[in-house]
């Protein structure tokens, strides 16, 4: 027999992984600013709505790669 949605939905797992709420953490305490993150393979994708705040977290490559794993990319897109 095929199983319901709201079974399938009931044993999803929501929580997000550590490093995504790092820097999610990281540049709402430091910029005051709201930012998307996703993971994609091997590198994870943050979101920011403005060039400044991109500009601005470029400098700050370190302290978020610190934040993360070794061997995954940050790569920071305006959106």
């Known amino acids: 027999m ?8 009931l ?4 929580t997000e992984p550590p490093e995504i709420a ?5 540049i709402m305490h430091r910029f005051n600013s709201e930012a998307s993150v996703a993971i994609k393979k091997n590198r994870i994708v943050v979101g920011v709505r403005s060039a400044a705040l991109a ?20 790569s920071i897109q305006i959106i």
Do not use: P, T, W
């Open 2 to 9: 095929s199983e319901s949605l709201h079974d399938i939905l």
């Open 11 to 14: 044993r999803r797992d929501d």
């Open 22 to 26: 790092a820097i999610k953490a990281f």
């Open 55 to 74: 500009g601005s977290l470029r400098m700050h490559m370190y302290e978020l790669q610190k934040l993360v794993k070794h061997g995954v990319k940050i």
